[in-house]
């Protein structure tokens, strides 16, 4: 029978968090009262997060364990638990507990209360985020509100509820890079919110170092804008223009007798126009190796038990 709520949660070596997460979360689940799916999507995880997974699902018949074969990254767990989804309406959650469970409920309720295809939760307090977790969002949800033109709503980050149609939508895309705090905005549906507070991390630490940060930015303006290759060609034309100016005057100055004194001008010029160039081909960089991966076309993850069945076959033909 396929259920009605499908809750979708990436794991990624949480082996101290999994069990607290299933803990608070069971209860929540049964006491909706309609039939559910706990889909875990153990994010190729190193850690013994695996065998914790297994030791869960054979306790709770509900939940789904799906496992990549190695770490695909957040939105990549995210858009398989998605694919492996049945439910009516599909609820994405972090499982370190920062997203309190119990919210699940209130979720679902505005879902039916409003009749909206999505509710997001939002979260009105981040006081137990860091202060450059702070700020960097700060910054990140207002360039993407402007980059990506929808009404993205700040402060939401994975935890959210989506209806059938607009997962249907989402995994319609044919993208690779997909930062699914942006995508579900962008398509338009109705929607509604649910304020929560952030929670410190229940156990472990986070899998969001600087690195993965700079990429989910990355990937967040790539994928909804081409301006900034308009700004390099900008950048371009202003250095041009510059150093056009520059080399009259200095001929001038040599007609009119003057030796132009000094190498710090020169030095100057040519880091800065050597730094400029880099970065516009920095910048060009990071769209053609997002053309270069679409255009490869590989899946974006692989499940660990589809290799099983064939090895065995392999192994009766020998
Ligand atoms: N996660 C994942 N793959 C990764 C990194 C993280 O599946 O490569 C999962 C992680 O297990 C958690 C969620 O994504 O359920 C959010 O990660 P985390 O809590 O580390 O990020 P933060 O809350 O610090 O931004
Ligand atoms: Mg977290």
Redesign the pocket.
Known sequence: MTPVLSVV??????VEVFDLFAARTRPVLDALGVDYELLA?D?GSTDGTREVLAAAAARWPQLRTLRLRR????QA??TAGLEASRGELVVTI???L?DPPEVIAELVGAARREGVDVVYAVRASRASDSWF?RGSARVYYRVMRRVAGADIPAHA??FRLMSRAVVRDLLELPERHRVYRLLVPWLGYPSASVDYVREP?AAG????PLS?MVRLGLDSVTAFTGAPLRWATWLGGGGSAVAFLLGLWAIVARLAGHVVPGWTSVLLAVLFLGAVQLLCVGLLGEYLGRLFEQAQGRPVYYLETESRPRERDLAEAL
């Open positions: 949660v990436p794991v990624f070596n949480e999507v994010d770490n695909a990254g957040h767990a995210i972090d499982a370190d920062q977790k980050g994975d991390r630490r986070t899998h969001y993965k």
